[in-house]
C-alpha cells in the first residue's frame, strides 16, 4: 500500500484498528463528517453514536478500563468538543489510554488576527481547554502531519502512565491526503515518526534527589524488608495493571501476605479470595483495611496506588506510622507526596510495577517471617470482627440490598458504578466474584460516568453489564438509555432512588443543621419516577420499594434474571446513609459509628 495517497480521515480510522480499536463512540457535525463517514465505510470498524458527546467520552472510558487497551471517542468541533472534556478529564486521572479526535474549522478559515474571539462558527480552542487533563495535543496544520502526530498520540496514549491524547482535525485536514510509509500497517508497532516514549524509571530519593537505576533497586530494598518485616501488607492501585496484580496475589498467596486495594482496583480479587482484607479509603475505606494498614502495619508494599488523602485520610502522616512504606508508581509526582512527616522511613521508587516484579521474583525464592501464617490469621480475626460491627449497624440496610443484588447477578463481565452514597454501597458491598471488573470514575468522581461506561464495557468484553447508579447520577446522562435501546445492549441498570444527593445530604445533616439545600425535596431538588422514564425509552423496568425492614423484595426478581436491558428502580426514604465513615480528626482505622470500645482497643492491641 506504501506510496499510494490515502484519505486522511481513512488513514486515522484504518491506523486506530490496526491497534485494535473497532468500536468508536461519538457524535455527528459537520466538521467531524469525513471521520464519521470514514468510520462507516470501514468494514473493520463500527460507529456507535451517543446522544450527548460526554455520553461517548466516558463510553470510551468504559471500555478502555473494562479492555486494558485503548479506546476512541470523537466529536465535532466547539459544543462537540466542549461536552468531551469530562469525559478526557476522567482518563487523565485514572490514567485511561483514550484517543479523542475532535472535529474543527478549515485550517484557511483561520483569519490570524489575534485577540478575534472566534475564529469562525463553532470554532473553539479546544487544545487549550484540554491541555491541562491530556498527555498530548495536537492540531494537524498540514495533511502530511497525521503520520508523526497519530503516531506520537498513540503511543503517549498506552505508553509509560497511560492517559488520554487529543487531535484536533481542521475539516480540510480530514479530507487531505497522505503516503503511508512502511511499517505503520503493523499491529501494535508505530509508523517510524521516532516517537521516543519517555523514560521514567529511575528512583526518586528525596534526601539527595539522585537518580538511579530503580526497577533493581526497588526489588532489592522489597526483598531486604520482607525479610525482617512481622507485618507486611501489600497494597495494590490501577496502576498495577492487571499483570501485576495476579503476579502480586500469587506472592501474596505463598508468603501470606493480606492484600488491600484501592476502589479502582478492587476487582484484581474475588470478593472472598481469603487474601482479601478490602478498600482503603480516606472516608468510606473498609473499617478492616484501614486498621490493618493504618495501625496494624509494619511494612507498606504499596504499588501503582497514589496513597492520596482520598485513600489515606486527610491526617496523612498518621497513618501507618509504625510501618516502613515502599512505594513503587510510575508516576514521579506521585512520589513526592510524602506520607511519614520529613519523609522518614519511607522510600518511592519510580518504575514500572512489572519491571519490579520481573526483578523480584528472579533468583531466589522471596522470604518472610509472615510465612507462618500469623499475621494473616490476626488480620482475619480484624476483619471478622469489624464486618460484624458493621453488619449491625442499622443504618448499613442499602449495603444488604447491594450484596443481594450481588448474588443474584452470576453472569456479568462488568458493573460500571456511579458517584455518591450507592458508589460506597457498592464497593463496600458488592461480592464480586472472580474475573467481574468494577469500574468507578476514581479521580475525577464524575456523576454520570455509569450509563455510558457500562455501554463501553460491553463493546469490551461482550457479555452482560450492569450499571448501578444513583438518582442524581443516572439523570446526568440519562439520555444515552435511547443507546442501550437501540442497539439492544445486554445492560441491567439499578437505580438507588433514594430521592435526593443522598451523600451531600448527609454531608448536610452532620455540618449544616439538616438543611438540605439543592439535595432534597425540601431543599429543591427531586427526581423523576425512572421506571417510566426506562418504558419511554422501550426498556422493561419496574419500581420496587425498598427499605430497612425489606431490602432485598422478591418483586425484584423477574427483572434481575433477564438477558436483555432492563431498568430496575429501588425507591428508599431520603434519609439514607453511607457508613462507615471516618470524621474530621479522626484517624481512617476509627470511623463511625464507632466500634465498641472493647472490640476496638482488642483489635489495636493484637
Ligand atoms: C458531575 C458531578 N457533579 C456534582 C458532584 C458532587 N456530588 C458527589 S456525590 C453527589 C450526590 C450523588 O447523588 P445520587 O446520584 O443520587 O447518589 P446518592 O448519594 O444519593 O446515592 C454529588 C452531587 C459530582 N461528584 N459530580
Ligand atoms: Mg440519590
Aim: overall charge negative.
Amino acid at each position: 500500500m506504501y506510496g499510494e495517497s490515502m484519505k486522511v480521515s481513512d488513514y486515522i480510522v484504518e491506523y486506530l484498528r490496526r491497534k485494535g480499536i473497532e468500536d468508536f463512540f461519538g457524535y455527528q457535525g459537520t466538521m467531524i463528517a469525513h471521520l464519521v463517514d470514514s468510520i462507516a465505510r470501514n468494514p473493520g470498524t463500527r460507529n456507535h453514536s451517543c446522544y450527548h458527546e460526554q455520553g461517548a467520552a466516558f463510553a470510551a472510558c468504559g471500555y478502555a478500563q473494562a479492555k486494558g487497551s485503548c479506546a476512541c471517542a470523537y466529536a465535532t468541533s466547539g459544543p462537540g468538543a466542549v461536552n468531551l472534556l469530562s469525559g478526557i478529564a476522567n482518563a487523565y486521572y485514572d490514567s485511561l489510554p483514550v484517543v479523542f479526535l475532535t472535529g474543527q474549522l478549515n485550517t484557511y478559515e483561520y483569519s490570524g488576527i489575534e485577540g478575534l474571539r472566534q475564529q469562525g462558527f463553532q470554532e473553539t480552542d479546544i487544545l487549550s481547554m484540554a491541555g491541562s487533563v491530556t498527555k498530548y495535543a495536537v492540531q494537524i496544520r498540514k495533511a502530511e502531519e497525521v503520520i508523526p502526530a497519530l503516531d506520537t498520540a498513540y503511543r503517549a496514549a498506552v505508553e509509560g502512565r497511560k492517559g488520554p491524547v487529543l487531535i484536533d482535525l481542521p475539516m480540510d485536514m480530514q479530507r487531505g491526503e497522505v503516503f503511508p510509509g512502511p511499517g505503520w500497517e503493523l499491529p501494535g508497532e508505530g509508523c517510524g515518526s521516532g516517537f521516543q516514549p519517555e523514560k521514567d524509571e529511575y528512583i526518586v530519593t528525596r534526601q539527595s534527589g539522585k537518580r538511579t537505576d530503580s526497577a533493581r533497586e526497588a526489588a532489592a530494598e522489597i526483598r531486604k524488608s520482607l525479610r525482617s518485616a512481622l507485618r507486611p501488607v501489600i497494597m495494590i492501585g490501577a496502576g498495577a495493571g492487571r499483570e501485576g496484580a495476579d503476579l502480586l496475589l500469587r506472592a501474596a498467596s505463598r508468603l501470606k501476605i493480606p492484600v488491600i486495594t484501592s476502589v479502582l482496583a478492587k476487582s484484581v480479587l474475588a470478593f472472598d479470595d481469603p487474601l482479601n482484607f478490602g478498600c482503603i479509603g480516606g472516608a468510606y475505606g473498609h473499617r478492616y483495611a484501614n486498621m490493618i494498614a493504618g495501625a496494624k502495619s509494619d511494612l507498606i508494599l504499596a504499588f501503582g496506588i497514589s496513597l492520596c488523602t482520598r485513600q489515606i485520610g486527610t491526617k496523612v502522616h498518621e497513618f501507618a506510622k509504625n510501618a516502613r512504606i515502599i512505594r513503587v508508581d510510575l508516576d514521579s509526582a506521585n512520589l513526592l507526596r510524602q506520607i511519614h512527616a520529613g519523609g522518614e522511613n519511607e522510600r518511592g521508587f519510580c518504575a514500572d510495577v512489572l519491571s519490579v516484579l520481573g526483578f523480584l521474583f528472579e533468583g531466589e525464592d522471596l522470604v518472610s517471617p509472615a510465612q507462618d501464617g500469623k499475621w494473616l490469621e490476626i488480620c482475619g480475626r480484624i476483619r471478622s470482627a469489624l464486618r460484624m460491627v458493621d453488619d449491625q449497624t442499622p443504618d448499613r440496610w442499602p449495603n444488604r440490598l447491594i450484596r443481594g443484588l450481588s448474588r443474584r447477578i452470576t453472569d456479568a463481565g462488568a458493573v460500571a458504578v456511579d458517584v455518591g452514597q450507592h458508589m460506597v454501597w457498592t464497593y463496600q458491598s458488592y461480592e464480586n466474584r472472580a474475573g467481574e471488573q468494577l469500574l468507578f470514575s476514581g479521580g475525577h468522581g464524575a456523576m454520570g460516568y455509569a450509563l455510558p461506561a457500562a455501554i463501553g464495557a460491553y463493546y469490551a468484553c461482550r457479555k452482560p453489564v450492569v450499571c448501578i447508579t444513583g438518582d442524581g447520577a443516572f439523570s446526568m446522562n440519562i439520555q444515552e438509555l435511547q443507546w442501550i435501546r437501540r442497539e439492544n445492549l445486554p445492560i441491567r441498570i439499578l437505580v438507588m432512588n433514594n430521592q435526593s444527593l443522598g451523600m451531600i445530604r448527609h454531608l448536610q445533616r452532620d455540618y449544616f443543621d439538616d438543611l438540605y439545600a439543592g439535595t432534597s425535596l425540601e431543599g429543591g431538588f427531586t427526581s423523576a419516577d425512572f421506571s417510566a422514564i426506562a418504558a419511554a425509552y422501550g426498556i422493561p423496568s419496574e419500581r420496587v420499594y425498598v427499605d430497612s425492614s425489606d431490602p432485598m423484595p422478591e418483586q425484584a426478581a423477574s427483572l434481575l434474571d433477564r438477558k436483555g436491558p432492563s431498568l430496575t428502580e429501588f425507591v428508599m426514604d431520603s434519609g439514607t446513609y453511607a457508613y462507615p465513615k471516618t470524621c474530621l480528626g479522626e484517624p481512617v482505622y476509627n470511623q463511625q459509628p464507632y466500634a465498641p470500645e472493647e472490640v476496638y482497643k482488642e483489635l489495636l492491641a493484637l
